[in-house]
């Protein structure tokens, strides 16, 4: 029950806050214009993350009041590390602070995950673990992060998308942890989700506010930190995660190291992520993004399959999702070719 509340408490916040910032009379309507990546025409405020942050840690509170049990210390380490992401983003929409500033504190974000005991301490596969020596461990546990970080604010380019995705893949995690025996963990989850909604009530098709670089920012890294709290404690192994935010860190990464292969500079802004392609090919925000709630649906149900599920099939279901991705990038190139669009190739 206290659960349930907590959620429907953060739920409520991030709708209140989100309506009252679409508004021009409030002093949270700050405009996103559009630029070399933007998928929209005219201005929009992007606030929305605000909301959104705001909603979690109301919800978080009343979850800590009524539970009336202690939470483990990696809840406190990574509320404090995602307010100094979120205090950061929240400049950056303001201001736009230079990337060396936002990139060094998203490594500092890291390092601190890493102080706290939530560093990759193992790689594991299907069937496969191998210990990490402390250096590697710390460089891929800095490298993964700051790669959430930075991914999901990639991939909040498309009204509902980013949304979506934390609404599904955040509620997977919740799945898989109340199913794992912690309810803390399913249960901050389930709050991220709530809060998320409300801000999706507003975002999805036509959005009338984006989440900006801070609720982008700031739900990369929980992604992230959510990600080793489970892989750290054996809840659930770091690769079921990964496969459930996959449609984010497959576009995200393909589409860097093809504009590596190229040679373009990788930093600045463009618009040749898949799910950008397809919106330039005439299929628009909506439908789009509902194409993308599918793939997201499919992933979330790869790995709730794969969590109970033994090596073999594991790796079965891996090989599927593998497939469904290549089988989703043919789709794209097909789009783009039968309206006339030149591919990126």
């Known amino acids: 029950m206290s659960l349930l509340l907590a959620a429907g408490v953060a739920l409520v916040v991030a709708l209140l806050l989100t309506r009252a910032f679409t508004r021009p009379a409030s002093r949270m309507h700050i405009l996103d214009h559009p630029n070399e990546r933007s998928l929209h025409s005219n201005p929009m405020p992007r606030t929305g993350g605000v909301a959104i942050v705001t909603g979690i840690v109301v919800g978080g509170v009343m979850f800590a009041v009524t539970a009336g ?6 809840v406190g380490w990574l509320g404090t590390i995602a307010t100094l ?3 950061v983003s929240y400049f950056d929409d303001r201001r736009h602070l230079p990337i060396v500033v936002r990139l060094t504190a998203h490594i500092a974000a890291s390092g601190l995950l890493v102080v706290a005991g939530l560093g990759i301490g193992s790689l594991s596969l299907p069937g496969f673990t191998y210990a ?3 250096w590697p461990a710390t460089v891929l546990t800095v490298l993964f992060t700051v790669w959430m970080v930075n991914l999901y604010n990639f991939m909040d380019g498309m009204d509902g998308f ?4 934390t609404a599904i893949g955040f509620g997977t995690l919740a799945v898989l942890g109340w199913w794992g025996g912690d309810e803390v963990f399913a249960a901050l989850n389930v709050i991220i989700v709530g809060a998320t909604i409300g801000f999706l009530i507003f975002n999805f098709p036509p959005a009338k506010i984006f989440m900006g670089d801070t609720g982008s920012s700031t739900l990369g890294f929980l992604a992230a930190g959510m990600s080793l709290w489970a ?15 996959s449609p984010f860190i497959v576009d995200a990464t393909v589409t860097l190291v093809r504009r590596a292969g190229r040679g373009e500079k990788v930093w600045q802004a463009h618009k040749t992520h898949y799910y950008q392609r397809l919106v330039q090919a005439g299929w628009g925000h909506r439908k789009t993004v509902l194409l993308e709630y599918g793939l997201m649906l499919v992933c979330a149900g790869a790995a ?3 969590y109970a599920a033994g090596a073999l099939l ?3 279901l891996v090989g599927a999702v593998a497939m469904m991705y290549i089988g989703f990038f043919e789709l794209v190139r097909a789009v783009e070719a039968r309206s006339g669009v030149v591919p990126y190739r």
């Not at 892989?231 to 935010?245: A, D, E, K, Q, R």
């Open 69 to 74: 049990s202690r939470l483990p210390i990696a």
């Open 304 to 306: 709730v399959a794969a």
């Open 314 to 316: 594991q790796w079965v």
């Open 132 to 134: 990490l020596p402390a």
């Open 85 to 87: 992401i979120a205090v």
């Open 162 to 165: 980013a949304g979506g995705m």
């Open 231 to 245: 892989h750290v404690t054996g809840l659930v192994p770091l690769w079921i995660s990964v496969v459930v935010f």
